[in-house]
């Protein structure tokens, strides 16, 4: 072979390999940004909300994400589960009492089950105490011992967290 054949040749190999690698990277990337693979369609998705303020913006962000999340997974056929925990501050927003949210909270619990409310006992043993009566939380509120420690357990579980 001469060395103009060399070259040549060279330059074939170098094309080809260069086209392969392109090929493959567009493949990554594509599959990288499609949607799950049936596998992963069959994982549920769980979610935990965390309020610990007593902000109705807050409290309606929680809500807007918590819905947005559990209707884009039920569009698709998958399982999903959102459990809004609140806490400190954030209690108001599941007393019966003071929630400027309540009525959504209805409403949701109503139409979206996948979606669950829990509040903190220790915090409202805490506001019992300091306000000097029982502390009323609205019936679609489940008391969990610690906010905090349901939150922690959740993600040790794999439940994946936000804090709106």
């Known amino acids: 072979m001469n060395k103009f054949g060399y070259v040549i040749g060279t330059a074939i190999i170098t ?10 990277l567009s493949a990554t990337a594509e599959n990288q940004h499609s949607p799950k693979s049936a596998m992963d369609a069959s994982k549920p998705h769980r979610l935990v909300l965390q309020v610990n303020i007593n902000d109705a ?17 039920q569009d698709l056929g998958e399982d999903v589960q959102v459990e809004v925990i609140t806490f400190g501050g954030g209690l108001h927003m599941l007393r019966a009492d003071t929630s400027p949210v309540k009525e959504r909270i209805k409403r949701i619990v ?11 006992g220790n915090t409202r043993d805490n506001m019992s105490k300091a306000e000097k009566k029982t ?5 679609e509120a489940t008391v969990v011992k610690s906010g905090v420690v349901r939150v922690m357990e959740l993600q040790e579980q794999g439940w994946s967290y ?3």
């Open 15 to 24: 094309a080809a390999a260069l086209t392969l690698a392109v090929v493959g």
């Open 57 to 73: 913006d807050t409290m309606n962000l929680t809500l807007n994400n918590a819905t947005n999340v559990a209707q884009y997974y």
């Open 110 to 120: 109503d139409n979206t089950p996948s979606i669950s409310f829990k509040a903190c």
């Open 135 to 139: 502390i009323p939380l609205i019936p």
């Open 162 to 164: 936000v804090r709106p």
